[in-house]
């Protein structure tokens, strides 16, 4: 089965910075997508970033970018420029291709701070 | 008007009582989704539907039951409720008829957070 671990439960970034948060997964499948999602105080789930396997180029949206290791099955997401409206709750989630079901795993979330 | 709808957004209940969480989508996707979030664990997967005549067992689907009225429409129920149910439930969706090379993305409700006592 695949898991998905988010290590730092809290992170804290100054406005204007950079901060990257990790991300690990576990899957004997080749072929799958990785996400980003983002759940601000509002707790709406928001995709922030997507990226496929077999894709080697690092996905990029605006300041929220990924570096993805897929040898060494990390996933992890930068955000450039921190801004306030970036505090919330950060989840990667994992799909396979193969499972035709489209189900998500998560992570179990990483809290990011913004200071001003 | 949002695309994913989850009501009520809050409930409060008591022990044994029993209670329906309703879910309704305007996207046209075939596939929705039952998801749970507790604190420290993500969200987990309760129950899916790939259409109205084809309901799943998600991770942690004890508990729980689910009805698919139409496809629009995905409902949870908890028959007795119990405290260490308390949590955030979303619905999601996802249409299946994108392609092979589809993200299939998944597009969340609102969420709705159920106390029990």
């Known amino acids: 089965a695949q898991t998905v671990t988010q290590s730092q439960p809290e992170m804290s970034v100054q406005e204007a910075e950079t901060v990257t948060l990790s991300c690990t997964y576990d899957t004997s499948e080749s072929d799958y997508y990785l996400f980003w999602y983002k759940q601000p105080p509002s707790r709406q789930m928001i995709l922030v970033i997507r990226q496929e396997a077999y894709k080697q180029q690092n996905a990029t949206e605006n300041r929220f970018s990924v570096n993805f290791q897929k040898a060494a099955k990390s996933f992890s997401l930068k955000i450039s420029d921190s801004q306030l409206g970036d505090a919330a709750m950060y989840f990667c989630?994992?799909?396979?291709?193969?499972?035709?079901?489209?189900?998500?795993?998560f992570g179990s979330g990483t809290r990011l701070l913004v200071r001003p | 008007d949002a695309d994913v709808t989850q009501t009520p957004r809050n409930r409060i209940t008591k022990t044994g009582k029993r209670i329906m969480l309703e879910c309704s989508q305007t996207k046209g996707h075939d596939r929705m989704y039952w998801y749970r979030q507790d604190p420290g664990l993500g969200l987990q997967l309760i129950y899916y539907?790939?259409?109205?005549?084809?309901?799943n067992k998600g991770e942690i689907s004890d508990g729980y039951s689910v009805s698919r009225q139409a496809q629009a429409k995905f409902s949870l129920s908890l028959e007795s409720a119990i405290p260490n149910q308390t949590a955030l439930y979303f619905c999601a969706t996802s249409d299946s008829n994108t392609g092979f090379l589809s993200y299939n993305e998944q597009f969340f409700g609102p969420g709705t957070r159920l106390t029990v006592l």
């Open positions: 989630a994992y799909r396979s291709r193969m499972d035709s079901s489209y189900k998500l795993i």
């Open positions: 539907s790939f259409d109205v005549k084809d309901i």
